[in-house]
């Protein structure tokens, strides 16, 4: 692309361009995404700043390289196929809120963190109202964070861990990296997800994974209510978050 025809390209247009030549990893250094996009450095890094600014954007304060950030994997693993997993999952959402009374709440994976991108409140007067559309969480922090983690491949989690276990330490004092040991381990032996009075006291959560047509997990649907509805349900909440998670996974079975 020639220099002149970048020049006429709105800043939507230039945005996207540089998003697109970053699905390419072996262009990942400033001179490279800019010959790539026919953009002068100084555009170019106007613009990739501000992609790292909103997470669309990662730069190795090491290497100097980009790579593509959260919030791009995050749409990615919102859709499956072509199917919204918000869509196919939200039946599942309704059921369980209206069957149980409680929080029960959709989360995926992006990078290091989990993002709600679900939720729907039951009838039970006191709601789980501490995590909200949006919010975002280090892996394993809730029981439907724990579930993507618990669900992801050994060398994947030995990957992130450094940089979760450092957010544990930092913003989570009553869970360390050995109590999350603890809870991945109890999570394999279980099949489900419990965890209790580590994110809010007296609140605890149950989940389960949602996983893809490759088998990786994809999202998690999760529970939230007092510590006493999740210990005295444990078993009949595991189930029904188990054949809900096996529903959404059949929207992208083939027919």
Not at 40 to 69: H, M, N, Q
Not at 180 to 207: I, N, Q, S, T
Request: hydrophobic share 45%.
């Amino acid at each position: 692309m020639s220099r002149h025809t970048a020049s006429s390209l709105t800043a939507t247009q230039k945005t996207c361009r540089i998003l697109a030549v970053l699905s390419d990893p072996r262009v990942n250094r400033l001179t490279d995404i800019a010959d790539r996009t026919g953009l002068d450095r100084s555009t170019a890094l106007r613009i990739l700043k501000e992609l790292e600014g909103e997470g669309f954007v990662e730069r190795d304060p090491v290497s100097k390289v980009y790579v593509l950030g959260p919030q791009v994997y995050a749409m990615h693993h919102a859709m499956v196929h072509g199917i919204s997993v918000r869509d196919a999952a939200r039946a599942s959402l309704i059921r369980l809120s209206r069957r149980f009374g409680d929080t029960v709440i959709l989360s995926v994976p992006t990078g290091c963190e989990s993002i709600c991108v679900d939720l729907c409140f039951g009838d039970y007067p006191i709601r789980a109202n501490y995590l909200d559309v949006g919010s975002r969480r280090p892996l394993g922090v809730g029981a439907g964070s724990l579930a993507l983690l618990a669900d992801m491949a050994s060398e994947e989690v030995a990957a992130i861990r450094q940089a979760v276990d450092a957010e544990l330490l930092r913003r989570y004092p009553r869970y360390s990296p050995a109590r999350l040991d603890e809870e991945l381990a109890l999570a394999h032996r279980r099949g489900h997800v419990m965890l209790l009075d580590v994110v809010v006291e007296k609140m605890g959560g149950l989940g389960v994974a949602v996983r893809g047509p490759d088998r990786r997990p994809i999202a998690a649907l999760s529970i939230a209510a007092l510590t006493e509805r999740i210990e005295g349900r444990e078993s009949e909440l595991a189930e029904a978050l188990a054949r809900e998670a096996r529903d959404i996974e059949h929207a992208w079975m083939p027919a």
